[in-house]
C-alpha cells in the first residue's frame, strides 16, 4: 500500500540471468565470486543476487523522455547469494533470501527530494514493525567504480537528506557498494548484534 501510495509500478524479473548482463552492468568483475554460476549450453548463466542490473533493462526497453521521471519500479524477488558457510546465520544472513526492492530512475534535480521520500517511507514501515532503526552514511570502498568527483557529490545528497529528514547517522567509512554510496538502516538483535535490514543507494554508474 505505501508502494501504490508513493507512484510504484510492481516488476518482476528472471531468477536465471546471462553473465552479458553482469558484464555490462560491472558486477560480474566485482562480485562474480559470490553468485551461483551454471553454464547453459554453451553460455553462462548466475542466479541474480541482486535485482538492479534487470531493473535498468526494463527502464532502457523503450524510449524516455526527462519528462518521464522519475520512474519508480519495485519488486519483491528471489536472490541468491554463495556466501561463505561461516557467515551464514538465522534469517540474517542466508544464501537464499526474497529482497523488497525499488529502482527510482530519476533527474539530477529530483534525486534528493526521491531520497527524502524514501527515508520517510522506511521510517514509516518499521516504526509499524516496532523496530528501532539506526542510520549509517556507507561512503567509497577502495576497489571503486567512477571517479571521486561524482561519488563525493552522490555522498553529499545522501548526507544533505539525512540532515533535511533529522536523522542523526555515523559515517560507515569505506563501507560503499562498488558501484555506489547508501544509508544503512540498522537494528540490534536480542544479543545486541547491529544487522543493516535495508538501504537506499545513489547509483550513479548503473546509467
Same mark, same amino acid.
Given at each position: 500500500?505505501?508502494?501504490?501510495?508513493?507512484?510504484?509500478?510492481?516488476?518482476?524479473?528472471?531468477?536465471?540471468?546471462?553473465?552479458?548482463?553482469?558484464?555490462?552492468?560491472?558486477?560480474?568483475?566485482?562480485?562474480?565470486?559470490?553468485?551461483?554460476?551454471?553454464?547453459?549450453?554453451?553460455?553462462?548463466?548466475?542466479?541474480?543476487?541482486?535485482?538492479?542490473?534487470?531493473?535498468?533493462?526494463?527502464?532502457?526497453?523503450?524510449?524516455?523522455?526527462?519528462?518521464?521521471?522519475?520512474?519508480?519500479?519495485?519488486?519483491?524477488? *528471489?536472490?541468491?547469494?554463495?556466501?561463505?558457510?561461516?557467515?551464514?546465520?538465522?534469517?540474517?544472513?542466508? *544464501?537464499?533470501?526474497?529482497?523488497?526492492?525499488?529502482?527510482?530512475?530519476? *533527474?539530477?534535480?529530483?534525486?534528493?527530494?526521491?531520497?527524502?521520500?524514501?527515508?520517510?517511507?522506511?521510517?514509516?514501515?518499521? !516504526?509499524?514493525?516496532?523496530?528501532?532503526?539506526?542510520?549509517?552514511?556507507?561512503?567509497?570502498?577502495?576497489?571503486?567504480?567512477?571517479?571521486? !568527483?561524482?561519488?563525493?557529490?552522490?555522498?553529499?545528497?545522501?548526507?544533505?537528506?539525512?540532515?533535511?529528514?533529522?536523522?542523526?547517522?555515523?559515517?560507515?567509512?569505506?563501507?560503499?557498494?562498488?558501484?555506489?554510496?547508501?544509508?544503512?538502516?540498522?537494528?540490534?538483535?536480542?544479543?545486541?548484534?547491529?544487522?543493516?535490514?535495508?538501504?537506499?543507494?545513489?547509483?550513479?554508474?548503473?546509467?
Amino acid at each position: 500500500k505505501l508502494q501504490d501510495d508513493h507512484g510504484y509500478t510492481e516488476v518482476s524479473t528472471p531468477i536465471l540471468v546471462k553473465k552479458k548482463l553482469f558484464e555490462k552492468s560491472g558486477h560480474w568483475e566485482f562480485y562474480k565470486d559470490d553468485m551461483f554460476r551454471l553454464k547453459v549450453e554453451k553460455e553462462e548463466y548466475a542466479l541474480k543476487p541482486m535485482n538492479c542490473p534487470e531493473g535498468a533493462l526494463i527502464y532502457a526497453h523503450t524510449k524516455r523522455s526527462y519528462r518521464d521521471l522519475p520512474i519508480r519500479l519495485a519488486e519483491i524477488g *528471489r536472490l541468491h547469494r554463495n556466501e561463505l558457510s561461516g557467515v551464514l546465520g538465522g534469517l540474517f544472513r542466508v *544464501r537464499q533470501f526474497t529482497q523488497d526492492d525499488a529502482h527510482i530512475f530519476c *533527474r539530477q534535480d529530483q534525486v534528493k527530494s526521491e531520497i527524502i521520500t524514501t527515508l520517510e517511507m522506511i521510517q514509516e514501515f518499521y !516504526k509499524k514493525l516496532g523496530l528501532p532503526v539506526t542510520y549509517g552514511l556507507a561512503t567509497r570502498p577502495k576497489k571503486a567504480l567512477g571517479d571521486l !568527483k561524482t561519488w563525493q557529490a552522490a555522498e553529499k545528497v545522501l548526507s544533505e537528506a539525512l540532515e533535511e529528514v533529522g536523522l542523526p547517522y555515523q559515517v560507515l567509512k569505506g563501507e560503499g557498494a562498488f558501484y555506489a554510496p547508501k544509508i544503512h538502516f540498522d537494528i540490534k538483535d536480542s544479543l545486541g548484534r547491529v544487522w543493516t535490514i535495508a538501504t537506499a543507494q545513489l547509483d550513479l554508474q548503473m546509467p
